[in-house]
């Protein structure tokens, strides 16, 4: 998934990406930063919060970087959400058990914001492979805190349709092919909010 906004953005800029001469050819890139550190890729697409930072760890120095935020691009897509069937939001018990989970969430998040060193720790505690690190957690606390910075969970439309038009324009593969119907609802989120 992180290869859509870069797919839709080279469609913007007119650029293949297929290869060739004029163009660039896109490798398929795990959640890690390999590609670039064993320079079998020449750019790689990052989180803020996480892979950048895998980035820097491995010894190159951020002014060494050069950083192209899909935001600023025009092709950035929304991440995370809670995700239902539609015939799901016509049981009432089972919207009251969904807000309960989003308002909780976002309690959650902001007890996080508040004792990043406490919620690094829970990371560390439960980290079955021994591979996270207490100053990469932190880290990436902290840029967690500034995406979520004042959001109580809401969908903002405007991000939706960014993300729409984002999937929409992949060049020659697009994600979607059409602009979904029904798609998003702030049902759940009101509901969250008013308890």
């Known amino acids: 998934g992180n290869e859509y906004p870069f797919l839709s953005w080279m469609s913007q800029?007119?650029?293949?990406?297929?290869?060739?001469?004029?163009?660039?050819?896109?490798?398929?890139?795990g959640f890690n930063v390999d590609p670039l550190l064993q320079k079998?890729?020449?750019?790689?697409?990052?989180?803020?919060?996480?892979?950048?930072w895998q980035v820097i760890d491995a010894g190159i120095p951020a002014e060494d970087l050069v950083v192209f935020k899909y935001e600023d691009q025009g092709v950035s897509t929304m991440e995370d959400g809670l995700y239902v069937l539609e015939?799901?939001?016509?049981?009432?018990?089972?919207?009251?058990?969904?807000?309960?989970f989003v308002k909780a969430s976002m309690k959650g998040w902001a007890y996080a914001r508040e004792n990043p060193d406490e919620s690094?720790?829970?990371?560390l505690e439960n980290d079955d492979t021994g591979a996270q690190t207490e100053k990469h957690q932190k880290r990436m606390m902290g840029e967690i805190n500034k995406l979520t910075e004042g959001s109580d969970g809401t969908l903002d439309p405007a991000d939706?349709?960014?993300?729409?038009?984002?999937?929409?324009?992949?060049?020659?593969?697009?994600?979607?092919?059409?602009?979904?119907?029904?798609?998003?609802?702030?049902?759940?989120?009101?509901?969250?909010?008013?308890?």
């Not at 015939?87 to 309960?100: Q, S, T």
């Not at 690094?120 to 990371?123: H, K, Q, R, T």
């Not at 697009?174 to 009101?190: F, L, M, N, Q, R």
């Open 13 to 29: 800029l007119g650029i293949p990406t297929e290869g060739g001469e004029d163009g660039v050819t896109v490798l398929k890139q």
């Open 40 to 52: 079998q890729a020449d750019c790689i697409s990052t989180m803020t919060y996480n892979e950048y």
């Open 87 to 100: 015939d799901n939001l016509k049981d009432p018990a089972f919207v009251d058990k969904m807000a309960r």
């Open 120 to 123: 690094a720790e829970i990371v």
């Open 160 to 195: 939706y349709e960014r993300t729409v038009k984002t999937l929409l324009s992949g060049g020659s593969d697009p994600v979607i092919s059409k602009e979904p119907e029904g798609a998003w609802t702030h049902e759940i989120t009101d509901k969250a909010k008013a308890m």
